[in-house]
């Protein structure tokens, strides 16, 4: 069984920043990817940020050149560092994993529980 465990999650001035961290347990054949998402109050779930198997990375336009997403693979987590943090910038902030359990085993999105982040102004 896969579990994602998001932390680093909290309160902050808009200006500040926060590191979020992902840990992936489980016994996992491949990772197809790995990305971050966010949910408003009353909004919709959004694509926030995502790295390939290869390290490719790709942002959405509202936080480019502000977040920053990398992983470790020996440690089996994915990090999201967020700086110049906004007061849109308050969400769930969710983890997604594309992993595969076995060598047959297509890739499939596992999710974290969701770690809050508020910005004040």
């Known amino acids: 069984q896969v579990q994602l465990v998001e932390s680093g999650g909290g309160s902050v001035q808009a200006g500040g920043s926060l590191k979020l961290s992902c840990a992936v347990s489980?016994?996992?054949?491949?990772?197809?990817?790995m990305g971050w998402y966010r949910q408003a109050p009353g909004k919709e779930r959004e694509y926030v940020s995502r790295i390939s198997s290869d390290g490719t990375t790709s942002y959405a336009d509202s936080v480019k050149g502000r977040f920053t997403i990398s992983q470790d693979n020996g440690k089996n987590t994915l990090y999201l560092q967020m700086n110049s943090l906004k007061t849109e910038d308050t969400a769930v902030y969710y983890c997604a994993a594309d992993l595969g359990l076995t060598p047959t085993m297509w890739c499939r999105t596992y999710w974290g529980q969701g770690t809050q982040v508020t910005v004040s102004s």
């Open positions: 489980g016994v996992i054949f491949s990772r197809c990817g």
